[in-house]
């Protein structure tokens, strides 16, 4: 999977992901080039790096729908490390919640082409932020796992969403478009 930092004037499926300097950092990524153009509601994810008990996690977050993962950051030094480990995570998380063909229909065919970028929206910031905080609540008080704290990130409303949660936008996105 080609990784490139252009301008996407073609038709073809791109992926987008947006790293907080924290995480670019750990992945070894020196520079983060802005990138602003259009793409699919699933094409735009948000990465970003916090602890919890002294243990590294990242919070995984797209920006139409503000569905999450988050996935343990141990093991991951580089961009192919985050890439395969992030979008496995994914598609379990996305099983649990049965909207695994969003996977294969949406999110797959856009990772052939990879730009890498620096974040450009403070709002998701803003309510990834609010999600981390309720990670690092739900990780170090309750021992929850990374897949339940992902599970319960997509049942709570945010204001983003206009009091709707993760969960339910992508179910009503999936409704729309089959």
């Not at 992926?15 to 983060?32: D, G, H, P, Y």
């Not at 009091?163 to 009503?172: A, C, E, G, M």
Request: charged share 20%; net charge positive.
């Amino acid at each position: 999977m080609p990784l490139r930092n252009s301008n996407n004037s073609g038709k073809q499926p791109i992926m987008i992901l947006r790293f907080t300097r924290k995480l670019s950092q750990k992945l070894r990524i020196n520079a983060l080039q802005d990138c602003n153009y259009e793409v699919n509601p699933f094409e735009e994810w948000y990465g970003h790096l916090f602890t919890a008990n002294r243990i590294q996690y990242i919070l995984f977050t797209n920006a139409y729908s503000l569905y999450s993962i988050i996935v343990p950051g141990k093991g991951i030094i580089t961009l192919r490390d985050f890439i395969d480990l992030t979008f496995s995570w994914l598609n379990e998380v996305l099983k649990v919640d049965k909207c695994e063909m969003i996977m294969q229909k949406f999110i797959t065919p856009s990772t052939e082409i990879i730009d890498v970028c620096k974040t450009n929206n403070r709002v998701i910031l803003g309510s990834m932020n609010d999600m981390i905080n309720q990670s690092k609540f739900f990780l170090s008080e309750f021992n929850l796992s990374p897949l339940e704290v992902s599970k319960r990130l997509n049942e709570t409303p945010y204001s983003y969403l206009k009091y709707n949660n993760p969960l339910s936008i992508i179910k009503q996105f999936v409704i729309k478009e089959d």
